[in-house]
């Protein structure tokens, strides 16, 4: 069974720092585009970052650049997110994803419906 399992989310205050984790099972990450989305109370599910299977390439929602960092490490089939300066409106269920690449990785980030693999979620609240 293919499968996605993220840890690291919680509460933090306004500044803080957080890091994601999302770990597969199931199957190797190796030639999979990875990414991370986040999904808001009341709003669509939205690409925060994404990385290339070979992490020459990555991409981010304007809102994190030079705040979150993605990287992967191929040889714990995992992915990270390093999350900075922490805003409220970064509070939401953050999901982590994996697909084979079908487009460009600024097209992927921002089509969630082309991913195939999906963990539950992490919730993330920045509050003070």
């Known amino acids: 069974q293919l499968q996605l399992v993220e840890s690291g989310g919680g509460l933090v205050q306004p500044g803080g720092s957080l890091r994601l984790s999302c770990t597969a099972s199931?199957?190797?990450?190796?030639?999979?585009?990875l990414a991370w989305f986040r999904q808001a109370p009341g709003k669509e599910r939205e690409g925060v970052a994404c990385?290339?299977?070979?992490?020459?390439?990555?991409n981010y929602v304007d809102s994190v650049k030079g705040r979150f960092t993605i990287s992967r490490d191929n040889a714990k089939n995992t992915v990270y997110l390093q999350m900075n300066s922490l805003e409220p409106e970064d509070t939401g269920v953050y999901y982590c994803?994996?697909?084979?690449?079908?487009?460009?990785?600024?097209?992927?980030?921002?089509?969630?419906?082309?991913?195939?693999?999906w963990g539950q979620g992490t919730q993330v609240t920045v509050s003070s």
């Open positions: 994803a994996a697909d084979i690449v079908e487009l460009t990785i600024q097209e992927m980030c921002n089509t969630p419906p082309l991913f195939d693999i």
């Open positions: 199931g199957f190797t990450l190796d030639y999979y585009l």
């Open positions: 990385i290339s299977s070979n992490s020459g390439n990555t």
